[in-house]
């Protein structure tokens, strides 16, 4: 029984972190020289897209600096691309069941039957086990847009499963760490 119990929570914990993992999908215009853009700007987010104004500037500054460690500048004046942004929540719900086997006990009778064998026989079965979580999922959508041509160039939309209880600490090393991976890959490498 302890055994099944140890099972079961290593699961539950295996699928609880596996919904918070960041998924970030990448798209560009692989005709576009990369080597072009060297500063940007951002475009005002619309007031319905910004959910929290704490969380938002932090990402914006998380992004900066990212950008910034890649060699461009954030500049007011004629920057060389724009940085717009969608964000929104989707409430989820995961439902996973599996059977968990169990070992209903053994008979054992002593007499020997007519082939000479003792009778015996264990009973094996499973009981099923329902794990539902439910979170919400937030997408990010990063866009930049070449400032002359008002050309989309290149876009990173980021999913993951948002963690409401986080200190403002966890939540700037969170915010970080994405931006970290939404910019991996950011030139993206043609070759």
């Not at 980021?158 to 890959?185: C, G, R």
Request: glycine share 4%; charged share 20%; hydrophobic share 40%.
């Amino acid at each position: 029984m302890k055994l099944a119990i140890t099972i079961v929570l290593f699961i539950t914990t295996l699928l609880l972190n596996g919904c918070s993992t960041l998924s970030v999908n990448t798209d560009y215009d692989l005709k576009v020289d990369f080597s072009n853009y060297q500063s940007f700007d951002w475009l005002p987010n619309p007031t319905e897209d910004i959910i929290d104004e704490l969380n938002n500037t932090r990402f914006i500054n998380a992004i900066e600096n990212q950008l910034a460690a890649k060699g461009l500048a954030l500049v007011k004046d004629n920057p060389d691309f724009l940085i717009a942004t969608h964000y929104e929540k989707e409430d989820k719900t995961n439902v996973t069941v599996w059977d968990v086997p169990y070992f209903s006990g053994n008979y054992h009778h002593a007499s020997i039957n007519s082939h000479g064998h003792h009778g015996s026989f264990s009973s094996f079965s499973y009981s099923s086990r329902i794990n539902i979580y439910e979170y919400e999922q937030g997408t990010l959508v990063l866009d930049f847009i070449d400032a002359k041509t008002h050309a989309l160039f290149w876009r990173a939309t980021a999913k993951e499963a948002l963690k409401p209880t986080s200190t403002p600490q966890e939540k700037i090393k969170e915010i970080n760490a994405a931006a970290l991976e939404i910019l991996k890959n950011f030139p993206p490498n043609k070759n």
